[in-house]
């Protein structure tokens, strides 16, 4: 068997995660003024815009989208087994994907531990030409999330810092109904101001 079947499967997380993020619902801060967007909250701050991602067939919200510091950062938090973490097998999973679309990988160290920085194919309105991406990902207390880095962020070491902190101020609300490991925790649209 190849090497990539006995990948280990325990959680990959900075070993600073529950003190500098991503947070567990029960790390954050509660007087802090999130924005709740049901799986995961975000802390505004200044020049961030939020976009929801929404796949078509389904009406749900699949993404978060986060522009900021001339780069984005797309989150998606799913759930996932108390003790086993998924970052090791999504990284592959990636991979393959990335292949398969006829981009470039590779795997490297990164502040939040494995990452991949990739190579892949701009939307056609763009014409043809490969595009850098960062896929970051932390495994947390019964959940996981994923990053994908684009824009500056992805090759400016002070724009790729600026979006590590807001990837690590992210706060995942996992919540306590059973879920199938891989399963995206829902996500919903922020409640206006003045709505309670």
Request: hydrophobic share 35%; glycine share 10%.
């Amino acid at each position: 068997m190849t090497e990539e079947n006995t990948q280990p499967t325990s959680k990959s997380a900075p070993t600073s995660r529950p003190t500098d993020g991503p947070f567990d619902e029960a790390e954050a801060n509660p007087v802090r003024p999130y924005i709740d967007l049901g799986g995961i909250k975000i802390l505004p701050r200044e020049g961030l815009n939020l976009r929801l991602e929404v796949e078509e067939q389904s009406k749900r919200i699949v993404a978060v989208g986060l522009d900021y510091a001339d780069s984005t950062l797309q989150v998606q938090p799913f759930a996932a087994p108390r003790t086993l973490g998924l970052w090791h097998e999504t990284r592959m999973q990636l991979v393959d994907q990335v292949r398969q679309q006829g981009g470039r990988v590779e795997e490297r160290e990164g502040p939040l531990g494995k990452e991949l920085l990739a190579e892949v194919p701009g939307p056609a309105s763009e014409g043809s030409s490969l595009q850098l991406a960062r896929f970051i990902g932390v495994d947390g207390p019964r959940w996981f999330l994923r990053g994908v880095i684009g824009g500056a962020a992805a090759s400016d070491p002070e724009a790729a810092g600026r979006i590590e902190d807001l990837f690590r101020s992210v706060v995942v609300v996992r919540g306590n109904s059973p879920m199938p490991p891989r399963d995206l925790i829902p996500l919903k649209m922020p409640a206006t101001p003045g709505s309670a």
